[in-house]
């Protein structure tokens, strides 16, 4: 059976992985106000996704005999400056989520739990890609005036994104 500080770590990750989806549930809501239906659907997506992670957390507790215990959600923010301004929080709160599933790691090797340290191997990857796919659209934003028809062509190619 899954040790405590491991339920208590764990869960604290369900918790920051169900903000996110949150968080950028929220930013899809903004980007619709702003009529940017492409840049909401890469959030909606993006949403889903971590609500996808929080899962795998859940059902790693529940096969090992742990238990769930859910905390209240922390409202996110609503209302931002600019589309710069939301892909630099995305990409903020990414290096976040990375520091904490890196702790959680570090404390599955210090507890021996290998069952975990299987399991955040995935999120360690999934956080390079989460990271990397935040920096790419801030440097492309930062690329084009935020007035400018490049606006409207990014917000093509984000709506092109698929479910991963
Ligand atoms: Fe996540
Ligand atoms: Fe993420």
Do not use: C
Request: proline share 2%; no cysteine; net charge negative.
């Amino acid at each position: 059976m899954i040790n405590e500080s491991m339920q208590k770590s764990i869960n604290e990750q369900i918790n920051k992985e169900l903000f996110s989806a949150y968080l950028y549930l929220s930013m899809a809501a903004y980007f619709e106000a702003q009529n940017l239906p492409g840049f909401a659907k890469w959030m909606r997506i993006q949403a889903d996704e971590e609500q996808e992670h929080g899962m795998k957390f859940f059902e790693h507790l529940l096969e090992r005999g742990g238990m769930v215990k859910l905390a209240a959600i922390e409202a996110p923010q609503t209302s931002w400056k600019s589309n710069q301004e939301v892909f630099k929080q995305v990409q903020e709160h990414e290096a976040l989520v990375t520091a904490s599933i890196n702790a959680l790691y570090e404390l599955a090797l210090k507890e021996k739990d290998y069952p975990a340290q299987v399991m955040l191997q995935w999120f360690i990857s999934e956080q390079v890609e989460e990271e990397k796919n935040a920096a790419d659209i801030v440097q492309q934003l930062e690329m084009i005036d935020a007035h400018g028809t490049a606006v409207l062509m990014l917000d093509h190619t984000l709506g092109k994104r698929g479910k991963e």
